[in-house]
């Protein structure tokens, strides 16, 4: 009996789901293959590729069971333009997506809701791996909640910080200062950030 992958359904999706597809559109470049890094269950992946048919989505998470969402919410959908899942993690040096042959080059990496929900050392990785992967004028998108000059935008995104915290004191909302400077260190420069709902960001890197 061949058994199917569970589906894994991450609420938020539903609800960010439209507004960075909207931010989406307007940054990332017309053509090329999208690198997402951290696609979790694979939804932001269905839904925002099959709004942008001019391009590639290659989804990528390193956990299995994730891999195996993603994998089953294709499965509705069927879309040639999304590529299998890659098993990436951020904290490794080399990606398999620097071996894989595509048909079409990276131009963009996506990255939503991981910076704060992981160590620092996963955003280091991800400006690194960045500056491999990414072509000379590549957008990388980043999504999420972040302090600015040090302050909280919100009571609640204070609360959630202390929430993420407590569950693993290595996790937590970032200041936008350290990522700009991370991006600055690998090559990469803050082009915008759009204000987004729930005290949430998009923050805009280009590879210079
Ligand atoms: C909160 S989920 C976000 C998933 C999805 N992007 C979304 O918005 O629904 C965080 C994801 O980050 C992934 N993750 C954690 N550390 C990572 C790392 N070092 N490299 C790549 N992905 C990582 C986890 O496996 C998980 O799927």
Redesign the pocket.
């Known amino acids: 009996m061949i058994m199917r992958a569970q589906k894994k359904h991450?609420p938020?999706?539903d609800r960010?789901r439209e507004p960075i597809l909207a931010v989406l559109k307007d940054c990332l470049p017309e053509h090329g293959t999208i690198l997402?890094?951290?696609?979790?269950?694979g939804?932001?992946a269905i839904y925002f590729v099959d709004h942008m048919p001019g391009h590639y989505w290659l989804p990528?998470?390193?956990?299995l069971a994730?891999r195996d969402s993603i994998s089953a919410w294709w499965w509705d959908v069927q879309l040639k333009n999304i590529l299998p899942p890659l098993n990436?993690?951020?904290?490794?040096n080399f990606w398999p997506v620097e071996k894989v042959e595509l048909p079409l080059p990276v131009t963009a990496m996506v990255?939503?809701?991981?910076i704060h929900?992981?160590?620092w050392?996963?955003a280091v990785?991800?400006m690194k791996g960045a500056a491999r992967v990414l072509p000379e004028d590549g957008i990388l998108y980043l999504?999420g909640p972040y302090k600015i000059d040090g302050e909280h935008t919100a009571p609640s995104n204070e609360l959630f910080d202390l929430s993420l915290q407590s569950q693993n004191p290595d996790w937590g909302v970032r200041d936008l200062n350290d990522i700009s400077s991370l991006a600055g260190e690998n090559g990469l420069s803050l082009v915008k950030t759009v204000p987004m709902p729930a005290n949430n960001l998009s923050v805009i890197l280009r590879k210079s």
Not at 60 to 63: A, V
């Open positions: 991450a938020a999706t960010n997402e890094i951290a696609s979790g269950s939804q932001h990528s998470d390193p956990d994730s990436i993690n951020t904290l490794e990255c939503i809701n991981m929900i992981s160590p050392e996963s990785g991800l999504y």
